[in-house]
């Protein structure tokens, strides 16, 4: 069994239950009064406490629904995320307990029918901020990620944000019947505003939650073929105080003999890099955007 390292364990459940206690006041505060419902199972525990007319919280719907997920994922899926998943789901639901027992009125954002918009992106950008935290940190907000992960982990071609996608949009369209309110009449009246504001905060919450998993640390990766490999280090290191590395290669048209010069930069630097290239003949180069940079070279002198 891998061994645990107590001291990063204990850091990443105190973040998850900081993320989830801000996921459960973002709910309080910006979807239970616009009338919604949010990405995955939170989508339908919402419905389930808005039919009840509050009566059965969305607090009790999470532990329901997340318990045998948690414990499927502890056997099938990994340990450490199910332990992690269900820390979550746990300060989640006593969080949205204690929160419904207390008078949030004076913070709650009630849009009244009118812009309901504003409370669904809100809502989004924080939902997106907390998933994508807990993902880095081997967690998730529990539900339909524990599922679409169990899924992909099955059928490895099965993507796990289009199962996500999947579930979302089945979530989306069933607010279409959840949210019909009647008229003067008593006749149901069916419109598709929850399921464009149940769309949106996927939306939104897809957009940040991939910005945080792809991290501050972006860069783009220089590929240079050149016969000028020394002169274009020197400036590299002199310049913009960046390290590089150089590969041996060959010519396949003229097997004359080149070297590929690998760096990675800093966006900010891009115009100062290409500025450097521009002064070299028989110098090709290439470049790709890097997700994330991890770890460091020592200084050697």
Request: glycine share 6%; aromatic share 12%.
């Amino acid at each position: 069994m891998e061994k645990i390292d107590k001291a990063a364990f204990a850091r990443d459940c105190a973040v998850i239950a900081a993320l989830a206690v801000l996921f459960a006041l973002n709910y309080q505060l910006f979807i239970v009064r616009n009338q919604f419902a949010p990405a995955g199972i939170n989508g339908i525990a919402t419905m389930i406490e808005y039919k009840t007319g509050g009566a059965f919280s969305a607090g009790y719907s999470t532990l329901i629904v997340n318990v045998p997920l948690c414990t499927l994922a502890f056997f099938f899926i990994d340990r450490m995320f199910a332990v992690k998943t269900f820390a979550f789901c746990l300060v989640y639901a006593a969080a949205l307990l204690v929160l419904q027992a207390v008078d949030l009125s004076a913070f709650q954002y009630d849009a009244q029918g009118v812009d309901t918009i504003f409370p669904a992106l809100i809502a989004g950008a924080i939902g997106g901020f907390v998933y994508g935290l807990c993902l880095r940190r081997n967690a998730s907000t529990g539900g339909a990620d524990i599922i679409a992960k169990y899924v992909s982990k099955r059928d490895p071609l099965l993507n796990f944000f289009w199962i996500n996608f999947a579930i979302n949009a089945v979530i989306a369209a069933a607010s279409y019947f959840v949210y019909a309110a009647p008229d003067e009449t008593g006749a149901l009246v069916y419109n598709y505003k929850p399921v464009c504001l149940c769309m949106l905060y996927c939306l939104m919450s897809s957009l940040v939650g991939n910005m945080i998993l792809k991290g501050a640390k972006s860069a783009l990766k220089f590929m240079i073929i050149t016969s000028h490999a020394e002169e274009i280090e020197r400036e590299i290191v002199e310049k913009l105080k960046h390290g590089a590395t150089r590969i041996a290669a060959v010519g396949a048209y003229s097997n004359a003999p080149r070297d590929v010069i690998v760096c990675v930069v800093n966006k900010r630097q891009i115009v100062e890099f290409k500025d450097i290239l521009k002064k070299y003949d028989n110098t090709f180069t290439f470049v790709e955007p890097v997700s994330e940079t991890i770890g460091n070279f020592l200084h050697v002198k």
